[in-house]
């Protein structure tokens, strides 16, 4: 996807994002939102399974139990975005530039919908680039498997 064309900036965050679990997924985020220096902030995520929706739970944590669960990930180092969100007509418009210091970096767009209805009715925008939602080793899952792990998604 190529950059969003000029549309109201919400957010600026930095995320580094590293996983416990693939199946089911689990994972650990350490975050800070860049337009309001605030500190940083760290979650645990679990998710479904699923494609277009998805259970998910998500968990604060503090930096302890964040410092404690990312040393169980043996040192491989999180996966690093720079996520911003942009007013979208009715809806909000996330993207995210990932490991961009990495030749495997890329960039990639998602809108989050109330209703499946929605998100199947959905018309993106040429800018938005290749429709990848239903294609299979395109999560961040598999991103995660392949770059850290070393397997194939």
Do not use: C
Not at 12 to 30: A, D, K, N
Not at 55 to 62: A, G, N, S
Not at 91 to 102: G, T
Not at 124 to 150: I, K, V
């Amino acid at each position: 996807m190529r950059e969003p064309p000029a549309l109201p900036e919400k957010s600026h965050t930095m995320v580094w994002q590293s996983y416990l679990s693939l199946l089911p997924e689990v994972r650990i985020r350490r975050y800070r939102d860049l337009l309001r220096s605030g500190p940083y902030r760290f979650d645990l995520t679990i998710k479904s399974e699923g494609v277009i929706a998805r259970e998910e739970i998500i968990k604060d944590l503090t930096e302890e139990e964040y410092r404690i669960l990312l040393e169980m990930n043996d040192g491989r180092a999180p996966i690093v975005k720079d996520h911003r969100t942009y007013a979208f007509g009715k809806y909000i418009l996330e993207y995210s530039v990932v490991d961009p210091e990495r030749p495997e970096g890329f960039t990639y767009a998602e809108v989050e919908f109330p209703t499946l209805e929605e998100a199947e009715a959905f018309q993106a925008p040429d800018w938005f680039g290749e429709e990848t939602t239903h294609q299979p080793g395109r999560r961040m899952r598999s991103y995660w498997r392949m770059t850290r792990l070393g397997e194939k998604p």
